[in-house]
């Protein structure tokens, strides 16, 4: 028997919607919610797939459940027609998923199809960041891919890793590209090894080369590549050290395949860039809304921004910890009122009791990240496509309010 109270979850059509995609593609996107355990049968600490070892949760099901709602609210917010197709290996998740979270036809919940052996199953350090199970999981992203993209019959699908919130309409992307990958590192002195030793493929730009593997795009020829990639670094006796992003990193290094880079292709932040993450455990979350432009002064819409570069937000991806405080303690990620405001507009329906706004003594104290605000009901300069920066200023700070923030999933659901 499940634990908790029921809780009445208002159907993705009820979320608030455009009235139609930038372009006429409807993009398709996959991601899986896996469990991800040791030898032992316990969690693998510091996995990036969603297995979270301390989630105040009822059952692991309630943890899937919570991340398929709110990365199908970050889609519907952003697209009238979209497709994501998440695989699981909860049985419970697949099965009621979609009559709970009443996510209609645009999201369905599958079962994981079969996966193989690839070269992490046999890998033997035990490090934290690099523990085998965690890095042969990741490497089932291509597995799961190339299952999906067989039953498209020749289209191409986006990845999104579970714990990536979309904030954009990406039809147009979707529409116009062949594949896509992104480079969110931005310091120029930063160097990455792309196989595990370092012996082939190292010290290189992390600027250049360094691809997350979190939000991609591609068909089977690319997957086809990327499988490759994996194949040359198996041939010389190499270990990619970031599994799939590895593979997308040699490839990029190498050049012969025409990848388009969102940092190039777009004029906005993506996935983990919103995040200071020379801070270590006290990472930094930079972001901010406001009026831009092309959005009424009295409009109740504003639009999301990385502070640190003053560009509108794309995704923002999360790992397994990230997460957990943006179900439980969104304020601590959208620390900024304005922030926390338009995170309450586009999840509420993620939550039982979300608060009015965060208290005052969480908004960190101002700082240059401001020079993107401007005072609330004001508008800003149109972004220049030659340039990344739009104008100064500080946004106002009210003094805010208390109060605890509920999942939905919180305690279980009565079945």
Not at 69 to 79: I, V, W
Not at 254 to 271: A, D, F, I, P, Q
Request: net charge positive; with cysteine.
């Amino acid at each position: 028997a499940r634990r908790g109270r029921s809780v009445k979850v208002p159907p993705l059509s009820r979320q608030s919607r455009p009235a139609s995609n930038e372009c006429e593609a409807c993009p398709e996107f996959v991601s899986y919610a896996i469990k991800v355990l040791d030898d032992a049968g316990q969690p693998v600490p510091g996995t990036e797939v969603l297995q979270f070892v301390k989630f105040p949760f009822d059952q692991t099901a309630d943890v899937f459940l919570g991340a398929i709602h709110m990365a199908s609210l970050a889609l519907a917010n952003a697209h009238k027609c979209f497709k994501l197709t998440v695989y699981t290996d909860d049985e419970f998740v697949a099965k009621n998923a979609n009559r709970i979270l009443s996510l209609g036809s645009e999201v369905a919940v599958k079962m994981m199809p079969k996966v193989g052996l690839n070269p992490y199953d046999d890998y033997q350090g035990h490090s934290k960041a690099f523990h085998p199970r965690k890095m042969s999981a990741a490497r089932w992203r291509l597995d799961v891919m190339e299952h999906h993209l067989g039953q498209l019959g020749g289209k191409k699908a986006i990845w999104m890793d579970i714990g990536t919130l979309i904030n954009t309409d990406m039809s147009c992307l979707y529409q116009n590209l062949p594949n896509f990958i992104y480079t969110p590192v931005t310091d120029v002195t930063k160097t990455f090894d792309i196989d595990l030793y370092g012996t082939e493929f190292g010290n290189m730009s992390s600027a250049q080369h360094l691809v997350y593997d979190d939000l991609f795009m591609g068909d089977k020829s690319f997957i086809d590549d990327v499988v490759a990639a994996e194949k040359m670094l198996s041939d010389k006796k190499a270990m990619g050290a970031r599994s799939v992003a590895s593979y997308l990193s040699l490839l990029s290094f190498r050049g012969e395949k025409k990848l388009h880079n969102l940092m190039k292709e777009t004029n906005k932040c993506w996935g983990y860039q919103y995040m200071d993450r020379r801070r270590g455990k006290g990472q930094k979350k930079h972001l901010g809304a406001f009026h831009s432009s092309d959005t009424t002064a009295r409009s109740p819409t504003t639009e999301l921004y990385c502070t640190q570069s003053c560009n509108k937000v794309g995704s923002l991806s999360f790992s397994w910890k990230n997460y957990q405080t943006l179900r439980w303690h969104p304020c601590q990620v959208f620390d900024q009122k304005g922030s926390f405001n338009w995170f309450k507009a586009h999840y509420a329906n993620a939550y039982s009791n979300l608060t009015k706004s965060c208290g005052a003594k969480i908004a960190p104290p101002p700082s240059s990240d401001e020079k993107c605000f401007i005072e609330e009901g004001a508008t800003v300069p149109t972004l220049q496509a030659s340039s990344r920066q739009v104008g100064s200023g500080g946004l106002k700070k009210g003094p805010g309010g208390g109060g605890s923030n509920k999942a939905w999933g919180n305690g279980g659901i009565k079945m």
